[in-house]
């Protein structure tokens, strides 16, 4: 037999599309030892050992470049290689599992050609996410990557005896459909805290495995039960409910168009809206519905938007009650007499009036023909959004009003006393599940006309994940047609890597503004302009809808935006917070603490003001604990936490907001004014539980400062509320006296407007004698 020839081990260099500051990718690394090499070394000639050595190499080296894999160096004996970068193929898992077997095989002739008994190789095996990015000296800098299952792979090499190939635990998940993978216990291993499981790869590959792969195709099961809800809210004019469920990726979204589809060939009305995880409101979801509901363009100004509510109003017969709770549902500042009305209603009361002026609306609207309301990914979704929807559930009793939801089945918001709540509107649960082989088999043949092989090698290494299959339908296969992705990530990884630098950079620009973004937004983000979409669409990444652009999936999102490292997520949060610094300030504040950046806190508390003053009073406490939260120790925080005692004095919640002056004393104490304040909140709260005396203590530490410093709406407050304190214990004429001097201060401070002034002065009988 002759000798394989001697072959340099390939360079590794950054190919032309990496990003100089690298990124994250999904990745497989391999280490592969000889075995016996220390003994051989001692009994065998330097030189017949280099040509061994050699000849190893270029086995392993071939091997491991014909799987697709990346030399990354070599080290002695071991070769390091990486399945996963530079370039994805989607099923880089498969792949180094291939190689770890090609080079064991591959040492069969090499013991035959040195005459040894004992050559053999050992490996190991991790999956992860590392950093690939060129790193070194201006002398030296070859790409390479960085991150913890390098150090795994090499440490079960270390573990693997002779002709074992060890695997990690994501690894071993990731090819188990594939191989035969024995369980080889728990282990310490160096440079990890915890023991951590490995496991074993056969000798034999898995013969065969169940190739069911469940998705969206095919359900006509599903899709009839949905035409029979619309036919029937048609004929007899009642609201129902399809809740679709499904885990992620599963296809509930598909069937969601589909059903839509169907709504409009039937002339229903269709309006959309998502809940979504990062950098949205509840109050977001209210406006969005009640936007789509009325038509109205939001790029026009507050005061154009409120014509038009106005003009519905006016139209539609109905009362200022409603009018006030259509401008709260689009988020817009109520003018004076709207706000009288909002005045009424405490926290509760604004919250059933919402949601009831909400689907008083969609009733309305339900008149003009059947109406279609299909809301996103209610995983997300809080308290308040899940009465919004109860009372719209209710409200499409008696109207031709369809809902339709979608959820993940491990965080399904809709539990027993939600459906009681929505009672009495039907309500059909359509679960999701796999597809049969059937119909999963014909989805594949129609996009791989003629290739029969091809889809059944996809239909058996899909695995039963019900959005590979999708994902590797709209993917190019690789070289061998190899092309089962270790996971979402890896798939859209490897259809990243086929684009161009620039629309590769769109991409992950695009992640970082969410899952649906508008040209002007991607322009300012990626510092372009009209930036170009078209070969995202193609490449199935993102699709069109409407005035924006949306991912054709989240967890194609999400995957592109796990490519981006830190340091560039955290540039491209700050350029999204510029962008909406002016036009949304919730969604600024969420971009400037995605990005880690000190400016989070203030913005979170510039947008949770901004609630306050059209009375989101829940949101806006929301966003100052978040402020708080992220501010630093110092008299900011003092100011926020002085603020959110004051909120949460204002909304009845008299214990919570004890348990917040403590630290704001302790942090405003070098601020005389900020201390004033706080002193002046604390006494209050004290006031309200019956906790006379410490309220009095705390109410002369703050006039003290106010007298001193002629603090006007301080000693205003601390007059009214000495007043207050006076008049549990008899004491009325002086009680009368401090209320005069509380009036007498309020009007030369000119803040008898004030929010925080009202806070105190509202609710006083004898007060309002006094006004009179």
Known sequence: MSQAPEKPAPEVRAPESRAPEGELRPVTVIFADLSGFTRLSGERDPEDVQRLLNDYFAIADGVIVRMGGTIDKHIGDCVMAVFGAPVAHGDDAERAVAAAIGIREGMAPLTERYKVAYLDVHCGLAAGTVLAASTGSDMHRPYTITGSSVNLAARLCDLAKSGEILLSGDLAAAVAHRYVISDAGRHRLDGFAEPLPVFKLAQNKQAHKDASAPHFVGREAEVKQIEHALDMTVQQQSGRIIHIRGEAGIGKTRLLEEATDAARRRGFRCLAAAVMSFGSSQAQLRRLITQALLTIDTNQGEQAIAAEIASFVGEHGLTERDETFLHDLMGLMLPTRLARVFDTFDAAGRKAARAATLAKVAGLIARRGPLFIAIEDLHWID????????????????????????????????????????????????????????????????VFEGKSALVKDVLTRAAGNPLFLVQLLHHKTGAGGEALPQSIQSLVVARLDRLSEADRRIVQTASVLGQRFTQAEIDHVAEATAAPMQALIEAFLIRPAGGHFEFVHALVRDASYGTLPKSRRRVLHVKAAEWFRGRDKLLAAGHLDQAQDPGAAQAYDDAAQSEWTIYHYESAIALNARAVALAEEGLFKAELLTRRGEMLLETGQVVPSLEVWPEALRLAASDDALSCR???????????????????????????????????????????????????????????????????????AGSMKSPRSRSFFTGSAYFDSLKK
């Open 383 to 446: 308290e308040d959004g899940l009465d919004m929807l109860a009372a719209l559930a209710q409200g499409a009793q008696g109207q031709a009003i369809l809902l339709v939801f979608t959820t993940r089945p491990e965080s399904d918001p809709l539990t027993a006393a939600w459906r009681m709540q929505a009672a009495p509107t039907a309500l059909t649960t359509l679960d999701l599940s796999a597809l049969s082989e059937k119909d999963a088999r014909l989805l594949a043949e129609q």
């Open 678 to 748: 706080a002193n002046i909140g604390f006494a209050q709260s004290l006031r309200l539980i019956d906790r006379l005396d410490e309220a009095t203590a705390a109410l002369d530490r703050a006039e003290a400062i106010a007298d001193r410093d002629q603090l006007l709406l301080e000693l205003s407050r601390s007059h009214f509320l000495r007043g207050n304190l006076l008049f549990p214990r008899g004491r009325l004429a002086e009680c009368m006296a401090e209320h005069q001097k509380a009036l007498d201060f309020a009007r030369k």
